[in-house]
């Protein structure tokens, strides 16, 4: 449409074909016709104007409104590949310069051109060190994260110990690591494997400022949470036999707030040790679930809501779809 305060093109200039003059009915219906245009055109920027002025959303309303969006618009194929759109580079951490936790691994985006990110630190299970779930922190870090992945103190520390693990881990992370700079201190989350994953419950109680905790195939003697304010996804596995999900996945999940953004994943044909190997479900779902809540990024909340149905890596999923905000 013609902007109101633009002139409208000149006529075409060429000889008339016809001698005769232009007739005057057609003249003025010709000047009504560009009256009507050009007082819609003014109608509808006025109309424009308006909507703005009383709030209406900008085109790009989930960009203006989400300054912690990080990465290109998912798809399906983008969460299930191996690497995501971000370079990553790596530093690592000795035992010997930290306290409260036994050092590890630290993963994150080269770039620094989008600004801070969100960070997420894991712990191993019991008797294993961070090489067991080496795997995430590059995958998880592509994606627009900071990831730690860490070694206890003890291969035999209980899920109380490892939780503050985890948060000594976070602390180290925000305040005096080399990527400090790097992290938003505010957009935190825990994830662990097995001894590691009761930890992360743990974590995820001690400290409710948390933005997303996800245990894998956690164990942990307290199967009951309710105080946990983290949005919190379970990952099981139906072939369990350590932590089997009778006794402890699903009494976990069950026992989260039901006012509480969760879900329960129960990988089929899978083990205790399965999140032990590079696994595109558990990453799927686990980058979806950190970006919705780390990153309050609702462009994932497609792979999250509906429920993903069973399938042949999916015995059963439950949860409540997340509310956006």
Known sequence: MQHPNRA???????????????????????????????????????????????????????????????????????????????????????????????????????????????????????????????????RLASQGFVVFTIDTLTTLDQPASRGQQLLAALDYLTQSSSVRSRIDSSRLGVMGHSMGGGGTLEAAKSRPSLQAAIPLTGWNLDTTWPEIKTPTLIVGADGDTIAPVATHSEPFYQSLPSTLDKAYLELRGATHFTPNSSNTTIAKYSISWLKRFIDNDTRYEQFLCPLPQSSTTIAEYRGNCPRTS
Do not use: C, H, K, M
């Open 8 to 138: 409208l093109p000149a006529a075409p200039v060429g000889p008339d074909p016809s001698p005769r003059r232009p007739n005057r009915l057609t003249n003025r219906l010709v000047r009504a016709g560009l009256a009507v245009l050009l007082a819609a055109g003014g109608l509808v920027a006025a109309q424009a104007t308006g909507a703005q002025a009383v709030g209406a959303p900008a085109v790009s309303a989930q960009a203006a409104t989400n300054p912690y969006e990080r990465g290109p618009a998912p798809t399906n194929a983008s969460i299930e590949a191996a690497t995501g759109s971000y370079a990553v580079s790596r530093t690592t951490v000795s035992a010997l310069s930290v306290s409260g936790f036994g050092g590890g691994t630290v993963y994150y985006p080269t770039s620094t051109s989008d600004g801070t990110f969100g960070a997420v630190a894991i712990a191993p299970g019991y008797t294993a060190y961070q090489s067991s779930i080496a795997w995430l922190g590059p």
